[in-house]
């Protein structure tokens, strides 16, 4: 249900649109107007309820957001997306949904959004890679979908799979994962209510490079949980294969919560940097949960997080 | 003359103190382009990556150095020393960035060398560069002597492939890039072992003749 948060921060507070819409943009915008067309996507307002999520943080300005993105269907260099991601036909699209719901189906992106309220929610981002972002989403609850499909009694996760097109994808030709990307909740963390589908960034449509036209959001893991451009959503009973964990167990846990206790085999997670910082932009710490603990700490109660990491 | 005497000429005109002075442009202009917004939202980064990868292109370059002339004919000789000095500086510039820039807090920076696999590979091919780098005078040419010094100089063997490692250890997913510099250096200290070089080397000279 939309606008279960509440909390001080307005949506005055967030980044004026002036300071983070590119200025060609406008002008490319304003100079489609004048001819008589019709005005580009980033003049398209979604509307999105403005909810008060994200107390205290400062969201990064879209040329943050969009020019430096891991989504390796398009490439492994952070610039690939912005770059490639153009290529990916969004509309239309259907998502498809299966498994153990009473109401599977192909379900049209103008059929979900038919049935949701848009909303606000400024989350952390924390990738695994130890960058951070804030970034201010629009989207839905996933419970709400879910709810409308009807979760069956004998699910306990939820599987997703994002879009495998080699024709739009230049990056799948190399196997750097085993495609195509999967992801995976457990049902509660699924339907808790920051668990978010997300279909914009800053009141207009998400941007290919962030996983248009429809991704995950849940802020309280690692980046890569956050699965984009989503095909297909499955009920399912047993914990689901996920893509990075298949790759590598020991390093991508199934839960990838953020740990700063937990590190990476590789590197330390205990600090992090926010991407838009300068060349002198320094460390801050990591929060556990990335700072969500209050909200989502209780759904692991009992469990040892170093273990099930 | 035949083109390798024509390449070679050419490369007898081009002095060794050019590479340092063309080495110096560079690490500054990247440093320039992160300090103006040139290298994206994430400069501290990208400016480790580019040293890091330009590093090892010297580095390879250098270590082609004596198959180049020896397979191929390619005398760059004169010019050895200069690269191999400014892979020095630009490893250096590498750690620096990370050091400094990157991780900047000393307990982190001590706890990355001796538990992250990668970084500890890292420092090690560092470290190994050092005598290298300070021996690289005709000083200390002399006050080894060329047997020594040249023994010496065989660390680059094994900080290459080290430095290769380090490419490799730290991609994340199955990754193409770190494994091909990962096969050049090796191929490149695989042409040092004698009869392997030398076959090839015969393989060169007949494609050379029948041409």
Redesign the interface.
Known sequence: MAGRYKSDLKWSDVTPKASWVNRRQLIAGSGAMALGSIAGPAMASLGAKKTAYGEGLEP?DL??IT??NNF?EFG?D??DPAKYASALTTDPWTVEIDGLVDKPGSYGMEDILANVTLEERIYRLRCV?R?SMVVPWVGFELADLLSRVGVQPSAKYVAFETALRPDEMRGVS????DWPYREGLRLDEAMHPLTIMATGIYDEPMPNQNGAPIRLVVPWKYGYKSIKSIVRISLVEEQPKTAWNT?SANEYGFYSNVNPDR?HP???Q??E?K??G??????IPTENFNGYEEQVGSLYAGMDLLVDH | MTSLQRINQAIGYVPAWLIYVLAIFPPCWFLYLGLTGGLGVEPIKALEHKLGEQALQILLVTLAVRPLREVIGINLLKHRRALGVVTFWYVFLHMLVWLVLDVGILSEIWADIVKRPYITVGMAALLLMVPLAVTSNNYSLRKLGPKKWAKLHRLMYPLAFLASLHFVMLAKGFQIEPLIYMGITLLLLLLRWKSLGKSVSGWFATVRLTK
Request: positive net charge; proline residues 0%; charged residues 25%.
């Open positions: 990064n040329e943050a020019s430096y390796y492994t952070k610039g890679e960058w190399q196997n750097v994962i790759y590190d590789r590197w330390s205990k600090y940097r991407v838009g300068g060349l002198f932009a320094k460390q």
